[in-house]
């Protein structure tokens, strides 16, 4: 592999993944992962410009910015590109009443949406709202539309709590697709959409851009079909056949953001 | 489309679906098909075998046969071919511990199997109990495997109670498939496996067999995959669309279990 000044040369603007690479979500809010805190003051204090990029589903952006902000984080929700607002922005455009199974957390996210006489389906990563009641509520409406129309929040696989591994909105949607015969549309990584708006959002070119994650297929992955850079870190759901995957090769691989940060600020274009 | 006469020509075995062919399941047990009850009598009083074949895994074999007796069928449990049995055979077979995400009704069928150390995953119609916590506790027992092995006792997308339509095991089995990256091993129909037991256990070649089913692709598709004839009935789970399925082409469409016997007692092989 290339060395680092030639990876990271021209790089002008960092996006994070919050989940994984700040902090692993868990009981009482979870934990910053060590080093990551230290780290985007570091970055935040360089020339180069950061946005955080998100799947997060569970909670809306104010409630995920006050935890992050209470584990340490200078972070606001100004920063923050997430699936929740931008598919509100998708729902206005296209005249859709959703029928919601998503979290509690981030219901108030689609406070200004219509819901009533629903029209298509969203779902979020709801956690124990996953019930069958509610998954069954979710195909039953699918089932009575003429053209049935389901908009996943991200499609990640699973990702990871102090606790261990959780399923995320990914195989709930996959279950979804299977039992009404249809292709959901995702809003979220890797939808190249999601990231040309954190992008625009940025000011930062595709190719002047460095996506850091630890979800090598939602995160590295989505960011290289768009001309992104990506590098995963070994935190978060991250998982040592990462590193060998059939279809995806990061452009690095790194122990924490930490790591990052310090090659970042040696390499990347100051 | 051929005469009746010559589609059913030489048929001297005949399986039937009991979900939506016999009953349409839901409070109280459910309800059975108008003329079911009578035509799985004069079918009885034939020349011709039957058998009856299944995907039901929510109840044991023995409570389903007890609820049909009660709704005035007849029936016994040594007629039925069900997933539940045929998977505790492979699980034997091949030394296999399951961890079982499986209905409570269905839970005495795997008595005599060692679930203790799993080391493999089986999933049914778990109904209520696909809960967000036991999807994703079968997750973590399999994402703790180095060769993870997932069961799925049928892959129906839904089935119809009488309170309408209901998510079946076969969008769980795909959410479960998309968050380890696997394929499952489907022990039900549609899988050749399957409908050769039945046939075996009925005493008929495949090309002297007709299967009568609500589901296109499960009871149709499969058995004609295994070269034995197949009608869909207009009851049950049935969709007006079934009848321009893109793959599957049934050999006859009957309004009800009753047409489908009056024409086998007209035209098979007596």
Not at 14 to 36: H, N, P, Q
Not at 178 to 188: K, P, S
Request: aromatic share 6%.
């Amino acid at each position: 592999m290339a060395a680092w000044g030639e990876r990271l040369a021209g790089v002008r603007g960092v996006l994070l993944d919050i989940s994984g690479v700040l902090y692993d979500g868990g009981e009482g809010g979870g934990a910053a992962i060590a080093g990551s805190v230290e780290a985007v003051a570091r970055l935040k204090r360089s020339r180069l410009k950061v946005r955080f990029c998100t799947n997060e589903s569970q909670k809306s952006r104010g409630d995920l910015v006050r935890l992050l902000r209470r584990l340490g984080f200078d972070i606001s929700e100004g920063e923050v590109t997430a699936p929740a607002p931008a598919t509100c922005l998708i729902l206005k455009e296209r005249g859709l009443r959703p029928h919601l199974l998503v979290h509690d957390g981030v219901r108030s996210e689609f406070g200004q949406i219509d819901t009533s006489n629903p029209n298509c389906v969203v779902i979020a990563d709801a956690g124990e709202d996953f019930s069958y009641q509610n998954m069954n509520k979710a195909f039953q409406v699918l089932m009575e539309l003429e053209k049935p129309i389901l908009f996943s929040l991200g499609k990640g696989r699973y990702y990871k709590e102090t606790s261990g591994l959780m399923l995320d909105v990914g195989p709930y949607m996959k279950a979804l697709e299977y039992a009404c015969g249809i292709e959901a549309e995702v809003v979220g990584k890797p939808s190249p959409e999601f990231f040309k708006s954190a992008l625009r959002e940025m000011g930062v070119d595709a190719s002047q851009a460095v996506m850091i994650g630890d979800d090598i297929v939602g995160d590295v992955g989505g960011a290289q079909r768009c001309g992104i850079r990506a590098l995963q870190v070994r935190t978060g759901k991250f998982r040592p056949s990462d590193e060998h995957h059939p279809e995806v090769k990061a452009d690095g691989y790194v122990d924490n953001l930490a790591e990052a940060v310090d090659l970042l600020l040696q390499h990347a274009d100051q």
